[in-house]
């Protein structure tokens, strides 16, 4: 299955560079096999995992989105679930995930008896990773010796508001330049970042 395709994105001189799109349609966890053109995990198949090492191998900004089907044997009352066994692939070229609504997907490392401990994203490129709408659960870092660990000042967006207005309403537990720890990283909350109305978690 073709899962790539080509967008635009505009680059540093305000010129359109060409990204590619995959398009995960599995909550299975195989690596790419083929050309990092096409997400493909060898069944026809683009995972999340296969999405990101295409991502990584494929040069400059790509987009990675999600087209899951219901039938899919990770879809449950509403929401798509991913397991990864052993982590994803570091996150080692720029690139923008756009998940389906964080209420709806979520990105986990597997709780088997024996999995080794691992961040569910870990995000090693100097570029700009934005992640938005998807929600990772039981990564842990207590492995983490320093190296790999992100970058103070490195933005994700949680909600890229597309509308001309602010974000109404907050998160009850997340007020605006509210900080909290997760996996070891404190992240500051600023609902007026992005490009003026968005929800950012910057690291501190
Ligand atoms: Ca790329």
């Not at 001189?13 to 997400?39: E, M």
């Amino acid at each position: 299955m073709l899962c790539a395709a080509a967008f635009a994105v505009c680059g540093t001189h305000g010129t359109a560079v060409a990204g590619l799109a995959y398009v995960v349609d599995s909550t299975g966890d195989g690596d790419l096999v083929g050309p990092s053109t096409i997400c493909d995990d060898g069944t026809g198949h683009c995972t999340l995992r296969a999405a990101i090492e295409a991502s990584n191998l494929h040069p400059g900004t790509d987009g990675i989105f999600f087209d899951i089907s219901t039938t899919d044997p990770g879809y449950s009352h509403g929401t798509w679930t991913i397991i990864n066994l052993p982590a994803l692939a570091n996150i080692s070229d720029s690139v923008n995930i756009s998940g389906p609504g964080a209420d709806k997907l979520t990105v986990q490392r597997s709780t088997a008896d024996g999995t080794p401990d691992f961040r569910v994203f870990n995000v090693t490129t100097s570029g700009t990773v934005n992640l938005s709408d998807v929600t990772k659960a039981s990564g842990t870092a207590s492995n983490d010796t320093g190296s790999g660990t992100l970058t103070a000042g490195t933005a994700f967006t949680v909600i890229n508001n597309t509308s001309a207005s602010l974000i109404s309403g907050r998160f009850s537990n997340l007020a605006n330049d509210a900080t909290f720890i997760s996996n070891g990283t404190t992240f500051k909350a600023k609902y007026k970042g992005g490009d003026g109305n968005d929800l950012i978690l910057t690291v501190q």
